[in-house]
């Protein structure tokens, strides 16, 4: 193998060692999910044609689901699409009536990333794009750079708040002629949701519609088409922690959230989004469960159904759902063979354990913890992380002596995935006992 560059090696290494999926240099430590990337790989290709992919990630507690996100949005970034990616949470939902919705479209154009701006704030550099593109259309055409814009978008104008979006688009154009920052910031203030009344956008724009809860999905769709015509492939909306939504105490509000999902599954279904794909992740709970799952909306479970065929170890992808299942410990002893080599820089030579170091340490998890070591790892990944921390920065210490002392401590954030609001501490309480 190659040596890994040192701003990647230690962007996997730190995020690792404190519990968090890496942002970048996920490809080093892959293992497995090769049919799930496939099919993945599949959706990317035909949001690129213009059309629409909608998948659910569902995976226990620790199996690697916000991991299998980050991945595809690396994966798409470098096929050219544009990228956002949001947590849900008790202030971000899909949909809402206070704000929550609007929350979540600011927090996902906040992120919005491409290939050349990876770690996000990406949305200006693309209206930048759009906008060059149309000065040189418009000067071959003998017409202004706005009348050139607005040409490009008029097809924009039949989805809602589209006239508004050509307009604001044509603001932001004005404001980079003429010098005006602070009408090129409202401009961006406006596409990333961020104006709270319409009056605010009205005496900044002159546009009358703003982004707001109801909007949220319609913009997206927007956002998707804009960024085609700027010269990208399409929009990959990466959604995690939608258990939060499982979570919601208000059966009103559960099923508003999961009729918004329904939209999203039939538009993307019927060809009715252009170059836009979104990816959510979730629990097989929050999937599952007739009583406040996905499977309770009856329309979403009939469509959400596993084939019936699909048992004793077949798998079928075809379907919105790809299930994710646990890592094995083999897959676990590849994944720290990985993990030593990301650390030793990609040079063998470096390498601060053998083999036989792995599969030691893999007993003294397995003994200490049971196998949860292998099917939820983060804290064995972080004090595998710290034992080889040791050995690099103690040149005496060998690890068979530093393996005995070495505390692993059971992951029990799944504890916490299915709890209501305020149950936190009884559960806790109870675990200890």
């Known amino acids: 193998m190659s040596t890994i560059r040192p701003k990647d090696r230690d962007a996997v290494i730190q995020s690792l060692r404190a519990g968090v999926v890496p942002r970048m240099g996920q490809h080093l430590i892959q293992v497995g999910r090769a ?219 559960r099923n508003a959230n999961y009729e918004q999902i329904l939209r999203i599954l039939n538009d993307s279904l019927q060809g009715n989004s252009v170059g836009l794909g979104f990816v959510l992740g979730g629990t097989p709970e929050f999937l599952l469960d007739t009583r406040r ?37 083999e897959d676990f002893y590849v994944l720290l063979q990985k993990i030593r080599h990301v650390y030793a820089g990609g040079d063998s030579a470096k390498y601060l354990v053998p083999d036989q170091g792995i599969f030691s340490f893999m007993e003294h998890c397995a003994k200490r913890i049971g196998d949860t070591y292998f099917r939820t790892p983060r804290t064995t990944i972080t004090a595998f992380i710290n034992l080889l921390a040791i050995l690099d920065q103690n040149p005496d210490a060998t690890w068979q002596e530093r393996l005995g002392g070495i505390e692993v401590q059971e992951d029990t954030g799944a504890i916490s995935d299915q709890l209501m609001p305020g149950d936190e501490d009884e559960a806790f309480a109870s675990f200890k006992m």
């Open 35 to 253: 049919s799930e990337i496939e099919t993945l790989l599949r959706d990317i290709e035909r949001i690129s044609d213009g059309g629409s992919g909608f998948r659910l990630v569902i995976g226990e507690y620790g199996a690697g689901k916000s991991f299998f996100l980050n991945m595809v949005r690396a994966v798409a970034m470098e096929k050219k699409l544009v990228v956002a990616n949001a947590d849900l949470n008790p202030d971000r939902r899909l949909h809402a009536s206070g704000g929550q919705a609007r929350s979540l479209y600011a927090e996902l154009m906040r992120s919005i990333a491409t290939r050349t701006k990876p770690e996000g704030g990406a949305l200006a550099g693309i209206v930048e794009k759009f906008i060059s593109t149309a000065k040189i259309e418009g000067k071959a055409a003998g017409v202004s750079t706005e009348v050139a814009i607005h040409q490009k978008l008029e097809q924009l104008t039949e989805l809602v708040n589209g006239y508004d979006f050509a307009e604001v688009i044509a603001a932001y154009c004005r404001g980079a002629e003429e010098g005006r920052e602070q009408l090129k910031s409202d401009a961006v203030r406006w596409l990333r949701g961020e104006f709270s009344t319409k009056t605010d956008a009205r005496q900044a724009l002159g546009v009358r519609s703003i982004v707001d809860d109801a909007a949220f999905y319609d913009q997206l769709k927007l956002m998707a088409r804009f960024i085609c015509l700027a010269g990208y492939s399409g929009l990959v909306i990466c959604l995690d922690e939608l258990v939060n939504l499982y979570k919601l105490a208000n059966t009103q509000a």
């Open 293 to 329: 799952g996905l499977y309770s909306y009856p329309a979403l479970q009939s469509r959400l159904a596993q084939n019936t065929f699909a048992t004793d170890g077949l798998v079928d992808f075809s379907g919105p759902v790809v299930r994710l299942s646990s890592l094995t410990p």
